[in-house]
């Protein structure tokens, strides 16, 4: 089985940052890797995922911010967050999945099969 776990939440000021964790376990090879967010009252919204290839996708809301990248040696996905806005408080989720087409389609959770406990990001 696949276990991920993040790490690295909490709270920040307006403009500061943070980077986030996520420790996989289990391991099998992972083609498409990603962190969500869901904040009260909001659907679950991708913020950054990264291809077995190395290629990257942002929305525009975290475009420029947000940098994802993941260590294979280490089994670790990181999503450094800067500049951080009121509007980025929220829960983040890591997710992954086996299928290369997770990221290749659109940006949505359902595309994904595992998922972390989620860490909680507030900004002020």
């Known amino acids: 089985h696949v276990q991920l776990v993040e790490s690295g939440g909490g709270s920040v000021q307006t403009g500061g940052s943070l980077r986030l964790s996520c420790a996989a376990s289990?391991?099998?090879?992972?083609?498409?890797m990603a962190w969500f967010r869901q904040a009260p009252g909001k659907e679950r919204e991708g913020v950054a995922r990264?291809?077995?290839?190395?290629?990257?996708d942002y929305p525009d809301s975290v475009k420029g911010r947000f940098t994802i990248w993941k260590d294979s040696a280490k089994n670790t996905l990181y999503l450094q967050m800067n500049d951080q806005k009121p509007e980025d408080t929220a829960v983040y989720y890591c997710?992954?999945?086996?299928?290369?087409?997770?990221?290749?389609?659109?940006?949505?959770?359902?595309?994904?099969?595992?998922w972390g406990q989620g860490t909680q990001v507030t900004v002020s």
């Open positions: 289990g391991y099998t090879p992972m083609y498409c």
């Open positions: 990264i291809a077995s290839n190395g290629r990257t």
């Open positions: 997710a992954a999945d086996l299928s290369q087409w997770s990221c290749s389609g659109w940006f949505q959770s359902s595309a994904f099969k595992y």
